[in-house]
């Protein structure tokens, strides 16, 4: 926050010259005397002086008194927002349920009744969803019986409701929906926008039969008794919100609200989970400090001056509402009027005369005391309203009485400044910023009556929170156009809701789809197992020959080559007694060898072999090799596997069809590498389950989820009708990816996946990978996103050039975006980085989408598994099966939810299975190796 202009003095940090009165001798200490900035005093050791002089710097707490009622504030602030202490704060932090502010999409007729202390206002407006620039509205007010407020609540309801008739006939009655917003200025437990019990009346009413109730039911209620069927209560508010958001104008929204009328109150948007007494984490929420008590457990004690405490004991709620009474409207003149009074006494003022006047309650207005501060006419107004209580004051009384007036509204601006600094301090804190930039929408008639209200306000604050940039913004609430804004935004997140509902529906899958998909998998599984129906089978069941998971006894030196990750690597592979220890190096495939002759690329994989064995000292060693090749293959044997197709950028010729272990064979013996003994094909999926096997022997399962997914696992050979032989089990290799591809999990693809399939190299094929693996998520949420655009439900329906870009939105983004914790504002950072400007409520709604998209693919890869574990625990003839899930890639191992979501749906579509999760450290690499030592020690016994 920027200090005013001083043209007289410098403020300088932490010395105390420029705003501590100058006690010059013989003149006033220059208390607000222009225009300059407040002056801060220093009653702590108050020189000897005149009463005038001393009432003055009474008045003028000093600045390290304003940052002690800061802190005070804030610890109040705190028991307010948390759930123990709530109940007994002074400054009880009602949450409001608005937690969005206005974005200009808002559109459509709405209504705000407003119940005021002598009358009900009705207002109408129409919004037409242009950045709100030219709301139309029409009011009408309707004065009320003085009677009604001591009468029934029945009555009460009745007149308000009638009210709203009278209105509506007025202005030609109007058929469609017409959402009402509630300005109901008491004491309530709100639960929701549109719910709210009545704690208990103040201001004068006492209607029967309304405190415990649901105010908004009784509205409704009585509304509909008019048969006015179409006006639809649907939020209740309170009236410094309606100053919060009728601020949010010309895109600048509001984020706190000040009020200083009659009485004093501020409303600001808190993190929700800040706000303890609502279940609610997600998003922020209006909280309505009601901070005109603070002080009423005596956290205001050094700041009361005897002027103060006269005021307190002769209101009528002595003892409450301690800090409204220093800075509310209504209590400024009093304030005044006892300062007089008491310097009168000492004979500081009107030397000789009697001031007994004085001593009459409400002898001083608010609205004079704010007459005579004026510069130019003050004095003037001093007179006359002294003259009008039969005084005759001097040129010197006049001037005191000014300087007092000064002092106090000065005094209600400092302090309204400590509040808001405290404010800013929580918002600043609890959103993690270094730095707060925020706009304050600012409302009452304090506010309104004098410019040098404004210019303490914000100066103070800024001294007293220099880490918060607080704009301030004068309320265009005339009307009761904010409370409609409200309604407005209400409407509007209820619409929003129910389209963002609709459209994420069909990702939303319950748990008889699952139990569906489940079902299907199994019948697949069947299929391709089945010696006549594997042709027609979408999930393939390839056989691996890799008949048994390690049993801790291997032994040996062996090399692994892995091709078809990210990286293609050569490793040697020690299993010993104590572990397993591997040296490994990274090699390049170019892009020409990628794409080249088949010949060219087998050729480079064995130079690359022979380029380790000579770093590794291995050259003269004929050790057993097993090839993590993760490309589709048809196997023959555990050596023998036929290139099915190629995939991930390699098109090599001359591959396809042939047996990739011949082909290495035939390389080794083009550059006479003779001592080349190849044992083993492996694809991924099997590596992984191996590798995991070797620490766990329950581990009979391997998944991958990564830039694609798959899975294997052991089956009992005599259901392998591919495959000769009945004895023991055999690892399959489900290529569960392409499960889907016949068409059978077509009710579950969403109109998003299917653009997202239409767009891929292999439209139509791996269906069920395309709902699951990282190549796929960030597309599909991108073309979510961009349907949400084209609805006007993202991003006030503006994309960006770059979110229509394919694969922008990467499934790394999910991980992040779906993080605990995370502030919103990385969201945003994402979110900017894609030239997306992102506010509050759109990240929170990318967030949801994201989580949608996520959750979806972890549950699908559920029913898949539970197919899985059950038959293989049916395969058993057991009740319970336990067993272990070797996992690998990096989807699984780096979003935050995704394998906590998968295993408590595996839990839950198959509960007689406790299986546990194992991750994999470097399967492919290891994975070979051992099925090259299970292998090498079934061989050699
Ligand atoms: P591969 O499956 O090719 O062996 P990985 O298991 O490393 O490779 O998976 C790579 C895929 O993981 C990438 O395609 C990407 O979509 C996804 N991915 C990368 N980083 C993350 C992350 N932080 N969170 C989720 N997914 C990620
Ligand atoms: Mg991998």
Known sequence: MSSPRRPSSQPSRGGRAPWSPRGERGRLPPVSRALGSFQLGHQDNIPSCTPVQRALMLLTPSLEKLQAVKCRMLEAMDKGLSRQTHAQATVRMLPTFVCSTPDGTEKGDFMVVELCQSHVRTLFVTLLGDGNQSPQLMYKIFDMPADMLQGTGEALFDFIAQCVHKFLEEIGSLQHRLP????????????GLGKAELISWSKGFQCSDVEGKDVVQLLQAAINKLELYHVQVIALLNDTVGTMMASSWGGKPCEIALVTGTGTNSCFMAEAELVEVVEESNGRMCVNSEWGCFGDDGALGDVLTPYDHRVDQESSNPGERRFEKMVGGLYLGEIVRHAVLMLAAEQALFVGASTSVLGAKDAFKTQQVLEIMDNETGMAKARSALEALGLQ???????????????????????????????????????????????????????????????????????????????LVPSADTN???????????????????????LLAPLRLSRADLERVQALMRQEMERGLGRDSNANASVRMLPTYVCNTPDGTERGDFLALDLGGTNFRVLVVRVMQEGIHMASEIYVVPTS???GTGEALFDHIIECIMDFQTKQNLMEQVLPLGFTFSFPCQQLGLDKAVLLTW??????????????????????????????????????????????????????????????????????????GTVEGDEGRMCINMEWGAFGDNGCLDDIFTTFDRMVDEKTINAGKQ?????????????????????????????????????????????????????????????QGILRDLELDASFEDSMLVREVCQTVSLRAAQLCAAGLAAVVEKMRENRGLAQLAITVGVDGTLYKMHPHFSQNLQQMLQDLAPNCAVTFLQ??????????????????????
Not at 180 to 191: K, Y
Not at 488 to 494: E, P, T
Not at 920 to 941: F, I, M, N, Q, W
């Open 180 to 191: 009402l917003g509630f300005v109901f200025p008491f004491s309530c437990r709100q639960t």
């Open 393 to 471: 004051p001097s040129e010197r009384d006049c001037c005191r009485v000014q300087q007092i007036c000064r002092a106090v509204v000065s005094r209600a601006a400092a302090l309204s400044a400590t509040g808001l600094a405290a404010v800013l301090s929580l918002m600043c804190r609890s959103r993690e910023l270094e730095r707060l930039v925020v706009n304050v929408g600012v409302d009452g008639e304090l506010y309104r009556a004098h410019a040098r209200f404004g210019e303490i306000l914000q100066s103070v604050a800024g001294l007293l929170a220099p880490e918060c940039t607080a704009t």
């Open 480 to 502: 009761g156009l904010g409370v409609a804004m409200v309604t407005a935004v209400a409407q509007r997140l209820l619409t929003q809701r129910h389209e963002v509902e609709q």
């Open 593 to 595: 060898v990628m794409q």
């Open 647 to 720: 995939t991930k950028g390699f098109s090599a010729s001359g591959c396809v069809g042939q047996d990739v272990v011949q082909l290495l064979r035939d390389a080794a013996q083009r550059k006479q590498h003779v001592a080349l003994k190849v044992v083993a094909v492996v694809n991924d999926t099997v590596g992984t389950m191996m590798a995991c096997g070797y620490d766990d022997p329950k581990c009979e399962i391997g998944l991958i989820v990564g830039t694609g997914t798959n899975a294997c696992y052991m089956e009992e050979r005599k259901n392998v």
């Open 767 to 827: 269906r069920f990978e395309k709902l699951i693996s990282g190549m796929y998520l960030g597309e599909i949420v991108r073309h979510i996103l961009l349907a949400m655009v084209d609805k006007q439900l993202l991003f006030r329906g503006k994309p960006s050039l770059k979110l229509q870009t394919r694969d922008i939105f990467q499934t790394k983004f999910l991980s992040t975006i779906e993080t605990d914790g995370l502030a919103l504002q990385q969201v």
């Open 920 to 941: 994999s450290e470097d399967g492919s690499g290891k994975g070979a190796a051992l099925v090259a030592a299970v292998a090498c020690r079934e061989t050699s016994p």
